[in-house]
């Protein structure tokens, strides 16, 4: 059993940076790839970054690229992603969720992840 705990979510303004954490229990953190998704009112829950087990490999959605990265820390159980020059635009609640497989590529289909945090929420005002 994997449990997933995000936090650092919060109310900024346009432009300002943010860092969201998903702490992790369970084995398998280690060798799974992580993901980041997040879902705005009234529009299906997207793909926004995903990492490798090793961390050596990263992907990102266009809408975030350049402003987002994503890290993690398997020592620490944690994956964080870095959010900066928000938008708008990226209000949403922000989801972590576990690859169902050991794969070594950047899967970003909801489908792909049997675990998920509960999610925490992003709100940037213009």
């Known amino acids: 059993q994997v449990q997933l705990v995000e936090s650092g979510g919060g109310l900024v303004q346009a432009g300002d940076s943010l860092r969201l954490s998903c702490a992790a229990s369970g084995r398998t953190f280690s060798i799974s790839a992580m993901g980041w998704f997040r879902q705005a009112p009234g529009k299906e829950r997207e793909f926004v970054a995903g990492?490798?087990?090793?961390?050596?490999?990263?992907g990102y959605a266009d809408s975030v690229k350049g402003r987002f990265t994503i890290s993690r820390d398997n020592a620490k159980n944690t994956v964080y992603l870095q959010m900066n020059s928000l938008k708008p635009e990226d209000t949403a609640v922000y989801y972590c969720?576990?690859?169902?497989?050991?794969?070594?590529?950047?899967?970003?289909?909801?489908?792909?992840?049997?675990?998920w945090g509960q999610g925490t929420q992003v709100t940037v005002s213009s």
């Open positions: 969720a576990k690859d169902r497989s050991t794969r070594s590529r950047i899967v970003t289909t909801i489908s792909s992840y049997d675990y």
């Open positions: 990492i490798n087990w090793s961390g050596g490999s990263t």
